[in-house]
């Protein structure tokens, strides 16, 4: 319910097939007066639609989007609390690979992309912040005094910004995974079995994100297109000439928020006794198998910190980095988060050799 009323509220980007007909950013009255210009063009808009249509049902059956959505909301979390819970750099790593792959697994990879880049920024900023100033490691690299302070940068200290980096990654881009693979109105029927309110909220607020960016970058757009350099100058002078543009993101989020509220009142929300409709989905046997990976998976997650499996040396010496991938709980998880990937690939027969 939570995305149709932020379809109706905000628009919606159709497919790029309905684009020749102006239906980029167009609503769904709009699309309907556009298809009614001619016979002709009526045929080839509803063509275009039903192909965007079946090009979205087909991507729907990848990855950890044709789970049901409790078996990707565990495969998620069994992949957020591994990379929190690692602190090897390599075994983040890894993590971190497994993530980006069941993003490519699943089909979303490029709209992930905005996470991909707010990851990267705060995993730079990391892996610059805490090699100046984490320098308790024994084997200085460069080193400075300034008065009485003394600045080091030890390998210790860079092997620890890296680990940290990847660990901020990997839970970055396991969390888009939520966002991405389950639907919103899934999201908000998982969540209104607790508390109907809280979910609705924290679904608006999951769905309007994306909308936020495409509306920064529209606006954007549209400066550069009237001659305004953004780009040039100091990081400063650029930062400067993007300050009015959170006064129009403020101004649009307000009113999209007061359509959003006008909509879910015309559709009588609070008005009377709560409703719910679900559309039952049988359980499979992938569903079964990713479901009892990332249980086994978690567990041994959170079984592995409580022994201990988890902890790394940085300081003042690093510690083997090679010999806990040896570890049985590191095994155990790294089966119960691949499992999902392998079970949810489009397996098809090989063709038959006629003679």
Request: glycine fraction near 8%; aromatic fraction near 8%.
């Amino acid at each position: 319910m939570a995305s149709r009323l932020i379809h109706v509220a905000a628009g919606r980007d159709a497919a790029a097939d309905l684009a020749p007909y102006g239906a980029g950013t167009a609503s769904p009255l709009r699309e309907r007066t556009l298809a009614s210009r001619g016979p002709e063009d009526r045929t080839r808009f509803r063509a275009a639609r039903r192909a965007a249509l079946l090009r979205e049902r087909e991507s729907r059956r990848y990855g950890l989007r044709r789970l049901r959505p409790a078996v990707s909301l565990s495969c998620t979390l069994a992949l957020a609390a591994a990379a929190l819970v690692t602190t090897n750099p390599v075994q983040s790593a890894v993590i971190l690979v497994i993530v980006v792959t069941t993003l490519a697994a699943s089909r979303v990879l490029r709209a992930a992309w905005p996470y991909i880049r707010v990851s990267l920024y705060i995993a730079a900023v990391v892996l610059l912040v805490n090699p100046l100033f984490a320098g308790a490691g024994l084997d200085v690299l460069w080193g400075i005094g300034v008065g009485p302070f003394r600045i080091a940068v030890t390998v210790q200290g860079v092997v620890f910004g890296v680990g940290s980096a990847l660990r901020l990654a990997g839970v970055i881009l396991a969390f888009s995974l939520l966002n991405l693979c389950v639907d919103p109105d899934d999201q908000l029927a998982m969540a209104s079995r607790f508390s109907f309110r809280s979910g609705l909220v924290l679904s608006l607020a999951a769905r309007l994100l994306p909308v936020f960016s495409r509306d920064a970058a529209r606006i954007i757009d549209a400066q550069r297109a009237r001659g305004v350099r953004l780009d040039d100058g100091r990081a400063h002078h650029r930062a400067a000439l993007r300050l009015p543009l959170l006064a129009t993101l403020l101004t649009q989020s307000l009113e999209r928020a007061v359509d959003v509220a006008a909509s879910m009142e015309a559709r009588g929300y609070g008005a009377g006794r709560r409703t719910r409709w679900a559309r039952r989905r049988r359980w499979t046997p992938t569903d079964a198998a990713a479901l009892s990976a990332a249980v086994t998976a978690f567990a041994a997650v959170v079984v592995g910190a409580v022994a201990g499996a988890w902890s790394f040396t940085y300081f003042p010496l690093l510690g083997d980095i090679w010999s806990p991938l040896g570890d049985a709980f590191w095994l155990v998880v790294v089966a119960g988060l691949v499992i999902p990937l392998i079970v949810t690939m489009p397996w098809r027969p090989l063709p038959s050799s006629s003679r």
